[in-house]
């Protein structure tokens, strides 16, 4: 099993960045496929970014493509989302999310494990 904590989030202008982390703790990282979703008041959780276990493989959500980011550094067992160019639509809590396996998973439900959520928030 491996817990997750995310950090990194805040009030951020529109046009600025921000850099979210997600911190791994339990069974090796390394072996586990990642990704962020995101929620938005009144609205469902959806899909932002997910990467493979060794990071060579990434997808992104259209919505974001070209302006996020997705990474991680295994030796720290952590899994990064920058966020640049940042728009008011992109407000939500952000959640990270792992499952076993070197695939880039990109469905709530492939997910077993979450974290608690860090709220981003994007001023106009």
């Known amino acids: 099993q491996v817990q997750l904590v995310e950090s990194g989030g805040g009030l951020v202008q529109a046009g600025g960045s921000l850099r979210l982390s997600c911190a791994a703790s339990?069974?090796?990282?390394?072996?586990?496929?990642s990704g962020w979703f995101r929620q938005a008041p009144g609205k469902e959780r959806e899909f932002v970014a997910a990467?493979?276990?060794?990071?060579?493989?990434?997808y992104y959500a259209d919505s974001v493509k070209g302006r996020f980011t997705i990474s991680r550094d295994n030796a720290k067992n952590t899994v990064y989302l920058q966020m640049n160019s940042l728009k008011p639509e992109d407000t939500a809590v952000y959640y990270c999310?792992?499952?076993?396996?070197?695939?880039?998973?990109?469905?709530?439900?492939?997910?077993?494990?979450w974290g608690q959520g860090t709220q981003v928030t994007v001023s106009s």
């Open positions: 999310a792992a499952e076993p396996g070197n695939w880039y998973p990109q469905k709530q439900d492939e997910y077993n494990y």
């Open positions: 339990g069974r090796t990282f390394s072996h586990y496929a």
């Open positions: 990467i493979s276990w060794s990071g060579n493989i990434t």
